[in-house]
């Protein structure tokens, strides 16, 4: 805060605003007003006046440090401690101030804690040097008295388990220190006689500094300290150090009594808590990253590299395989590190040949081989694990750890990994493994499905291109072989009709041309990026009146903006559309339109040929599902509706003009790219009596 020459508050931070509630009206206060407003009181709990204020001194040219006041705020009644530093600053108007703001709350409270259990020891050592002054001036009256006293306070400090010391107020001379210490150091007590500071020479070397300079501070400061030492031995102990004043009749201290107990135990249990923390936590985040690499692809080999990657980054081996179980073989799809004798990748055998992994197919459970050298172990049994590994490598292998990849309790997969040294890897790392094994099973069974998903529609598209040649193209190149044959014939026979065959022939030709223009737009729907769909819509009609003869009469709107997802899935259901209707219907005349609304595209197909029933299961024909799962695939939803209640009639409608409108909002929301606002698309196939 910065305050003016004239005692204005002209500047403040968000700091200072949290921190003492300052807004718009009270930094217009006075400042006196101001420490009236918070309730500010001194240490000595005097009311705080404005020239006792450290703003009010800097004004005056003073500097303050660590003023420390209590504040209670009008907004939470609730006390805080501050520590207020300020300085003052030169201008042309005169002397401001610049005032800094610590919250101490926390520390006076533990302060106040801390009173408190000094207060109560110090009236425990108080009490037990009253009664030790009491004891010695019995001795002046009774010697027998003194030295009864004398026996029970060395019972009392020789059979505790802590260290109990009392030494004179400058630390120069130690006046007693229980045997406890000659356990806990490993000195004699002696040594701590003769030299007082001789138990700093055990501290360990990074805790030395701090404890010196608590120790110079003593006892003005209490005296509370965590710190370890290393013992003639080597061996290591965690302490804590309390040191408390003794008062003399006068209430000044006089002597320092101080407690030292062994916590090495806690401080381990602590310091293992946290490191199965920090471990546990690097598992999860390990497994996280395991999961969002596998899911980023469907690619079958990207996919294997990446398990070996992230098998990598969490496990010290020096060979591992990657193989695939189908049908009781093995194929080895990915290798990593050293073989004496090379592994032909993608080779294949049964699993039968390999007693381990076949041990592995059969149980579902994780194979560890801590030695595979050691006579003694039971899992020697089950090697060598041939045909993966030979003599060489088997020389060579000091651990074997093989984890199962499991995908609806069968086995599709085996991670099998090797490291030249004995006891290379704990079950801590099988239990890692074995979960990154799961989630790469399913992220393989899903690539495996995808590969065979797009052979599939590779295969149904090669079969639908090569039904589309058959009653296209290759009738329409039969067609124009006839002709041809006529015309020639007609050449010396009938030269008029030549001039009529020969445009015949010029109509199969272009209308040949087109379906073939057509098919390969088929197997090049990128074109729709360039050419745009208006474009391809026309060509796909064309293509359907020179092929069927079937008059389309379009209503197309100008190419609307929309992305090219969306587009897509507009054509596709328009070559389904019009197949459907040309195949199946028997129309002489169709009819699309495609609006270009604001906010959606709507898309109409009718035709007046025959109806069909909606209700009714047709073997062999997805035409309506392909529509229905294309529409799906952009937010849509496909419905059927004709005359009347179809799901109550379940009969045919002779005569039906099918109407498909398709309303997609031009906006959507695909992956992570987002388009606009995401809404549901409605697919609306229905059949009408026109």
């Keep these: 805060m910065i305050y003016s020459a004239g005692g204005e508050l002209t500047q403040y931070n968000p700091a200072a605003r949290r921190l003492i509630g300052l807004n718009v009206d009270r930094v217009k206060l006075s400042l006196q007003q101001r420490i009236n407003l918070l309730n500010a009181v001194q240490t000595d709990g005097q009311p705080m006046k404005s020239e006792d204020a450290p703003a009010y001194q800097a004004m005056h040219g003073n500097t303050v440090r660590n003023f420390v006041s209590r504040l209670i705020l009008p907004d939470t009644d609730k006390p805080i401690w501050l520590s207020v530093s300020a300085s003052p600053i030169r201008g042309i108007e005169g002397i401001g101030a610049v005032v800094s703001l610590t919250d101490i709350t926390e520390h006076i409270e533990l302060e106040e804690k801390l009173r408190h ?5 110090e009236n425990r050592v108080m009490q037990r040097t009253a009664d030790l002054q009491t004891s010695i001036q019995a001795l002046a009256n009774a010697n027998a ?13 020789e059979n505790i388990h802590e260290v109990f010391l009392i030494e004179s107020i400058d630390q120069e001379k130690i006046l007693y220190v229980s045997p406890a210490y000659e356990d ?8 701590l006689y ?32 965590q710190y370890r030492i290393i013992r003639s031995d080597g061996s290591q102990r965690w302490v804590r150090a309390r ?9 000044k201290p006089y002597r320092l009594a101080g407690i030292i107990e062994d916590i090495t135990e806690r401080m381990q249990s602590i310091q293992l808590l946290e490191k199965r923390v920090d471990e546990r936590t690097r598992e999860l985040t390990t497994l996280l990253a395991v999961s969002n690499s596998l899911k980023s692809t469907l690619e079958f080999n990207q996919l294997i590299e990446r398990v070996l990657d992230q098998l990598t980054n969490i496990v010290t081996f020096t060979s591992a395989i990657v193989l695939l179980v189908e049908k009781e073989e093995i194929e080895v799809v990915a290798i990593r590190g050293f073989f004496h004798q090379p592994i032909p990748l993608h080779s294949r055998f049964p699993v039968a040949t390999s007693k381990t992994l076949a041990h592995l197919v059969s149980t579902h459970q994780a194979i560890l081989i801590n030695d595979i050298h050691d006579q003694n172990s039971d899992l020697k049994l089950i090697f060598p694990d041939r045909p993966l590994i030979d003599t060489n490598d088997i020389n060579a292998i000091g651990s074997w750890l093989g984890v199962p990849m499991i995908v609806k309790d069968v086995v599709v997969g085996i991670v099998r990994m090797a490291h030249t040294q004995p006891e290379a890897f704990t079950q801590a790392h099988v239990q890692l493994v074995q979960a990154i094994a799961n989630q790469a099973a399913v992220a393989i069974e899903n690539a495996r499905l995808y590969g065979q998903a797009k052979e599939l529609a590779a295969l149904n598209e090669r079969q639908r291109l090569a039904r589309e040649l058959h009653d296209s193209v290759s009738q329409a190149l039969y067609s124009i072989s006839l002709v041809s044959h006529f015309a020639l014939a007609s050449l010396d026979r009938d030269p008029a009709k030549l001039k009529e065959a020969l445009e015949y022939i010029l109509s199969l030709a272009d209308a040949g041309l087109t379906e073939m223009r057509a098919l390969i737009f088929e197997l090049r729907p ?15 009609t064309l293509a359907l009146e020179v092929r069927r003869g079937i008059h389309v009469s379009t209503w197309l709107d100008e190419e609307p903006q929309a992305p090219l997802e969306v587009k897509e899935a507009l054509f596709r259901i328009v070559q389904e559309a019009l197949s459907n209707a040309s195949r199946h219907a028997n129309p002489t005349e169709i009819t699309l339109t495609v609006k270009d609304n604001p906010d959606k595209i709507e898309m109409t197909i009718t035709d007046d040929g025959k109806g069909f029933d909606p209700a009714q299961f047709f073997a062999g024909h997805l035409g309506l599902q392909s529509m229905r799962e294309r529409a799906e ?39 992570s790219f987002s388009h606009g606002p995401e809404e549901t698309q409605k697919v609306l196939i229905q059949n009408k009596n026109l």
């Excluded at 259990?117 to 020891?121: A, G, I, P």
């Excluded at 300079?213 to 509370?224: E, F, G, H, R």
């Excluded at 040191?243 to 209430?251: H, M, Q, S, Y």
């Design 633 to 671: 695939q952009a937010h849509g939803l496909l419905s059927k509706f004709q005359k009347g209640n179809c799901s109550a009639a379940r009969r045919k409608m002779p005569n039906l003009r099918c109407l498909c409108v398709l309303r997609t909002r031009k906006h959507l929301k695909f992956g």
């Design 243 to 251: 040191t408390f004043p003794i008062l003399n009749e006068a209430g």
């Design 117 to 121: 259990v000094q207060s109560d020891l």
């Design 194 to 225: 003769d030299h007082p500071t001789s138990f700093l020479d055990s501290i360990h070397p990074e805790d030395l500094p701090r404890v010196i300079q608590v120790l110079k501070q003593i006892p003005k400061v209490p005296y509370d300290e």
């Design 184 to 191: 806990l150091w490993g000195k004699t007590r002696q040594s």
């Design 526 to 540: 990128e074109s729709l990026a360039t050419e745009g769909l208006v474009a391809a819509i026309k060509r796909q």
């Design 145 to 157: 008295i003194m030295q009864e006293n004398e026996e029970r306070f060395r019972q009392l400090a």
